[in-house]
């Protein structure tokens, strides 16, 4: 089936944690905005105009494979040009795997004003159904005051040499504070969640109930029993959670944002959000216990629902230090080694389709782009040494990856751990989005099977536009076959004088 959307993108006001009513970007006059919803196989569109009147924007379908339209992938100046104020473009693909997702602005660090919400792929062969009588969805996220037209510059300025990031001021579940979710007594649920926050990862416990995740990132994985999640910005988890037998109480279920990461701690600031499991409006909302010792499921721990063996030793290993340094304006930025990302004028997309044979030479696609060339159906390992003292959830797009090892903290870089290929589990589990520790490592490993051009990036916003930021050039003569730019790309690059291809 073909399912449309047509999304006209405008600046509401909205006030969800009841503190600052403020300018929120919405759809359709809405905020918070729609969720996308399709079945395994249907063909989506998109029709999306900018009204935001002094920004321009696009649409990010985060953790969608895209394959073979890595056009309508969404990230400005990567696949497309940024869609300008009063333009319109027409995003239109196809969509062959279940599961949890969520779309989101990738232009310019502006998702966090509002425009993100879920996309969910139902799927009529899920081996879980059966299993559950409803679904719910329910996301979490962190939540600003200010808007990031005020708040980006002051962060990436020499004002803020130590590269501090701004501390959200709440919590949210939908979007919003004290949600009642109905149940009914003696059923299954299926919660469909995902952190569509800038930020704050969150850990998430339902007091007297029990989580069995069953999909992480849109990847089935053998159901495991959990008491309390972690979820970073951009991840996902689907979970079967039954309800008690009796409507005599409701519960409280919480989001706690790890404070770790907040280089200070504003005294007022509340970093927790409440919900309740609503078995009976007339029993009381009782507030939830404190939490002191926090102890998250571990997501190494899951196992693929289809046993899916570990990639054999890979084709090509990529390397990637995270250094948070400062640069001659004294302000912080991020680097992968020694690049820190920057846009290129000329969307990589177009330079890979215009290059002819010269697509493959990374150092056409100009010295700050991170571009790595991946050759069709090689098996990739990216190595990421975290040599900063934050959390960093990586996120690559066009692919899951098989999570092959995460380091502590403090364990140094992967090269030093005395791991060898033995080591690694022989089902890993796979995702989209994963976490790396303080001044740790992680290995991750893909096959290069989706031609296209895929980000790998931190998806705290705030690394984001500071540039943690790296662009995998995927098999770019097999890309050249495959795509035909349509007009809306041409016309938003036209009006920008932006060349689209053949420069
Ligand atoms: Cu959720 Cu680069 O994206």
Known sequence: ??????????????????????????????????????????????????????????????????????????????????????????????????????????????????????????????????????????????????????????????????????????????????????????????????????FAGQYIWFEGHNMTIVEVDGVYHQPAEAEMIYMSAAQRCSFLLTTKNETTANYAFIASMDTTLFDTLPEDLNYNVTGWLTYDEVQPFPEPSLVDELDPFDDMTLIPYDNQSIFGE?????????????????????????????????????????????????????????????????????????????RHPFHLHGHHFQALYRSEDEAGTFENANVTEADFPATPMRRDTFVLYPDGNIVLRFRADNPGIWLFHCHIEWHVTSGLIATMVEAPLDLQASITLPQSHLDVCASQNIATVGN
């Open 314 to 390: 890979p084709d090509k290993t990529i390397e990637l230090n995270v250094i948070m340094d400062n640069l001659n304006d004294g302000a912080n930025y991020a680097f992968f080694n020694n690049i820190t990302y920057k846009a290129p004028k000329v969307p990589t997309l177009y330079t890979a389709l215009s290059a002819g044979d010269l697509a493959t030479d990374p150092s056409i696609y100009g010295s700050y782009t991170n571009a790595f060339v991946l050759e069709k159906g090689e098996i990739v390992q990216i190595v990421v040494n975290n040599l900063d003292s934050g």
């Open 1 to 198: 089936a073909t399912v449309t959307y047509d999304f006209n993108i405008g600046w509401v006001t909205a006030n969800p944690d009841g503190a600052f009513e403020r300018p929120t970007i919405g759809i359709n006059g809405e905020w918070p905005i729609p969720r996308i919803e399709a079945n395994v196989g249907d063909n989506v569109i998109v029709h999306a105009t900018n009204h935001l009147g002094n920004q321009s924007t696009s649409l990010h379908f985060h953790g969608l494979f895209m394959n073979g339209t890595s056009h309508m992938d969404g990230p400005s100046q990567v696949t497309q040009c940024g869609i300008p104020p009063g333009s319109s473009f027409t995003y239109n693909f196809t969509i062959n795997q279940p599961g949890t997702y969520w779309y989101h602005s990738h232009t310019g660090g502006q998702y966090p004003d509002g425009l993100r919400g879920p996309l969910i792929i139902h799927d009529p062969k899920s081996p879980f159904l059966g299993q559950y009588d409803e679904e719910i969805i329910l996301t979490v996220s962190d939540w600003y005051h200010e808007q990031m037209a005020v708040l980006l510059p002051a962060f990436n300025s020499k004002g803020n040499p130590t590269g501090a990031e701004p501390v959200p001021q709440a919590a949210l579940f939908n979007e919003t504070q004290n949600l009642k979710v109905a149940v009914q007594p003696g059923k299954t649920y299926l919660f469909r969640m995902a952190n569509i926050g800038a």
